[in-house]
């Protein structure tokens, strides 16, 4: 099992330029989610999916859309990158177990530069 | 609220334990966990507790629970230099309908030998 994957791994991007990051898990894990990463403010939930077709937002969505059309793949996408969206993205999945008890798995992060 | 909070920085010597805090401020809390992220990585459960719990021992790793002070810590025995790293608490709260986590900002160990 690969676990959660990411790509790409690294990225620079213009003010004002578009991309989409990719996760995958082969887990058959029904959650998946999208944290970004800044220095002294720890994980912050961006979007998250409880299903195939589902998509829901977290803390910190403006500036992202999301999308999840196969349970095994979740992508993120910047349509207009911004410098404040610098930052390490990680990817997530999980099952849910009883009672609200989440074991995320994450993936190995997106380090994004946007200039 | 929804703040979760932790020291930013520990330093310790290899073979003396380590104790990480975590102070949260919801009690709806059902479950509390520690992740552990190395330098270029992903985080990785380490382990966690169920809110009813006090305690939890999973090898050199003990989980206090205080719900009364909603303070959670984790101890590592014999702390060795691989276990330098930056240590996560994190909450899950159901009664949200936010299936998710909420992170603390991180407790960086350093270990010196």
């Known amino acids: 099992n690969a676990g959660v994957t990411q790509t790409p791994k690294f990225r620079v991007l213009k003010t004002g330029q578009s991309m989409t990051l990719l996760c995958a898990q082969d887990m058959n894990h029904e959650y998946m989610y999208w944290y970004r990463q800044d220095p002294g403010m720890g994980l912050r939930l961006i979007h998250y999916?409880?299903?195939?077709?589902?998509?829901a937002k977290g803390e910190v969505p403006d500036g992202y859309n999301v999308s999840r059309l196969k349970k095994q793949n979740f992508l993120l996408g910047l349509e207009s990158a911004a410098p404040s969206q610098t930052s390490v993205y990680f990817c997530a999945s999980s099952y849910q177990l009883a009672g609200g008890l989440y074991e995320q798995y994450f993936g190995p992060g997106t380090r994004l530069t946007v200039t | 609220g929804e703040d979760v909070e932790q020291s930013l920085f520990l330093s310790v010597r290899e073979g003396d334990s380590s104790v990480i805090n975590c102070t949260y401020t919801?009690?709806?809390?059902?479950?509390l966990y520690w992740y552990k992220q190395e330098p270029g990585a992903g985080l990785q459960l380490l382990t966690y507790?169920?809110?009813?719990?006090d305690m939890k021992q999973d090898q050199r790793l003990t989980v206090l629970l205080n719900k009364k002070d909603k303070h959670l810590s984790l101890r590592i025995a014999d702390t060795q230099t691989g276990d330098s790293a930056i240590y996560f608490c994190?909450?899950?709260?159901?009664?949200?309908?936010?299936?998710?986590?909420?992170f603390g900002s991180g407790t960086r160990l350093q270990v010196q030998p």
């Open positions: 994190a909450e899950s709260r159901p009664d949200t309908g936010r299936r998710a986590l909420t």
């Open positions: 919801d009690s709806s809390s059902t479950y």
């Open positions: 999916s409880v299903g195939e077709g589902t998509t």
């Open positions: 507790i169920f809110s009813n719990m």
